[in-house]
């Protein structure tokens, strides 16, 4: 079966401080990851996605970028943090571009 | 994708039927309705989807309208652990690359003893 795991659980961070979240799926070989974003009392916004290793598309700019340096792993950063940034970070897969999406637990971040 | 419209917030009792209704009154013929759910502080749980005919899984059932301008999420003998936010999403098979869900507010069910 397939897991996906998020680091970390959660954190807190000053405006201006880098940021790197990470995200990796266990049990699925050449999976679609995504990078979605939900502020407090927002909705779901998808930011990032990829087919494939070394491959990156932006859906949305929040001054924030993606990396997949391995099949199975999904790195979300950026060199200074917003205020804006706060919020529900969550990474999700399928198997395929037309396959269900599969999310998991998510990363909590608060900008201070 | 086609937008979809559903209460803000419904109520049951613990074994209960729940019928969520979905209104997408300009779905298109390659959009697929998708049905997901999501706790506090939790990501989103796939429930089901379907594109013209109805399904069901150990989730819940997917009735579609025939003319695919509506469509309802039943879960049947409802437990407190079915109370969540309710999203109903229209995904159209990508033309690309991508595949972009686009979550709205939802439904939110609200699960009594």
């Known amino acids: ?112 | 994708d086609a937008k979809t419209t559903q209460p803000d917030s419904m109520e049951s009792t613990e074994g209960e039927t729940v019928h969520l209704p979905c209104s997408h009154a300009t779905i298109s013929g390659n959009e697929y309705i998708y049905w997901y759910r999501q706790v506090p502080l939790q990501g989103p749980e796939y429930v089901t989807h379907g594109l013209q005919q109805n399904t069901t899984n150990s989730m819940a059932f997917l009735a579609i309208a025939s003319d695919r301008k509506s469509s309802t999420l039943i879960l049947t003998h409802v437990s407190l652990r079915d109370a969540a936010v309710y999203h109903c999403i229209l995904r159209a098979l990508p033309q690309g690359t991508g595949s972009k869900l686009s979550f709205g507010k939802g439904a939110k069910l609200t699960v009594s003893p």
Do not use: M
């Not at chain 1, 995504?34 to 990032?48: E, I, N, R, S, V």
């Not at chain 1, 087919?51 to 792993?73: C, F, H, M, W, Y």
């Not at chain 1, 037309?98 to 998991?104: A, L, S, W």
């Open chain 1, 1 to 112: 079966a397939q897991t996906i795991h998020q680091w970390p659980v959660a954190e807190i961070k000053a405006v201006g401080s880098p940021l790197s979240l990470g995200c990796t799926i266990k049990g699925k070989s050449s999976p679609n990851l995504y990078w979605y974003w939900q502020a407090t009392g927002g909705t779901l916004q998808q930011l990032f996605y990829s087919i494939t290793v070394g491959q990156v598309e932006s859906v949305v700019q929040l001054n924030l970028s993606a990396s997949r340096p391995k099949d199975d792993q999904f790195i979300l950063s950026t060199e200074k943090l917003l205020l804006s940034h706060s919020g529900f970070y969550l990474c999700a897969w399928s198997s395929g571009n037309q396959d269900t999406q599969y999310f998991g637990p998510g990363t909590r971040l608060l900008v201070l």
